[in-house]
């Protein structure tokens, strides 16, 4: 069973604070690793995607991947209300054919 | 680019009528894949192509479910009687590859079955 784990939260942070989100994923053959946001009412669009072990900035966010542990996490500093969004994490899994699997989702609110 | 289009944004039928969704995906992309968002559920590959064959068409709820790609700019994923549990939200993205960079996604077709 190809699994991706999240907590549908929700995570609330205040304006400017660290928010954390966090995943595991089932399959320990798996080699790319995805976040994605999707606003309310609209379409997932890809923030970042991870394929080595440690850490990876873009701008506010920073992708943390940890294969030994089967865990990907995603860090958005300074946050902001525009983050208010739900924050995907998806997994390709190699096993059994190459399928994109999705977390269902942890729902972030930013307090301004 | 126009990124993925998906046509209609919105649907409602009736319970057992014939329903088709349109996709056209970004060009110079040579995978296409359809997924189907719930609340209880989330986000569900149905299925997808690559070079316009179906290559795994394993999450395909039942035969009522059907899709095509008859060209490399068009996609249709039809459903054939519709049923209220069909009722969900119909993405369709595209990638290079099998998406070692990430999807774009379409902004989906909202299905109501009553």
């Known amino acids: 069973q190809k699994e991706v784990e999240q907590n549908s939260g929700p995570l609330s942070v205040p304006e400017g604070a660290i928010a954390s989100l966090n995943c595991t994923y089932s399959d320990r053959g798996s080699q790319s690793f995805f976040w994605y946001r999707q606003y309310s009412g609209k379409s997932p669009e890809l923030i970042m995607f991870?394929?080595?072990?440690g850490d990876k900035e873009d701008g506010r966010f920073t992708a943390q991947l940890n294969k030994a542990s089967q865990y990907v996490s995603l860090l958005i500093r300074d946050s902001q209300p525009s983050d208010s969004a739900t924050y995907l994490c998806a997994v390709i899994f190699n096993t059994g054919g190459f399928k994109t699997i999705f977390g269902a989702g942890t729902r972030l609110f930013v307090k301004a | 680019d126009a990124g993925v289009i998906q046509s209609p944004r919105h649907e409602v039928t009736e319970m057992g009528q014939e329903v088709t969704l349109r996709c056209k995906p970004i060009s110079g992309h040579d995978y296409l894949f359809w997924y189907r968002q719930t609340m209880m559920r989330g986000l569900e590959l149905l299925i997808y192509f690559n070079n316009n064959v179906p290559i795994d068409d394993s999450g395909m709820p039942e035969d009522r479910f059907s899709a095509k790609m008859p060209n490399a700019s068009f996609s249709t994923l039809k459903i054939q009687p519709s049923e209220p549990r069909d009722s969900a939200v119909y993405f369709c993205?595209?990638?290079?590859?099998?998406?070692?960079?990430?999807?774009?996604f379409g902004s989906g077709t909202r299905l109501t079955v009553v």
């Open positions: 993205a595209s990638s290079t590859g099998l998406g070692s960079n990430g999807y774009t």
């Open positions: 991870i394929y080595s072990n």
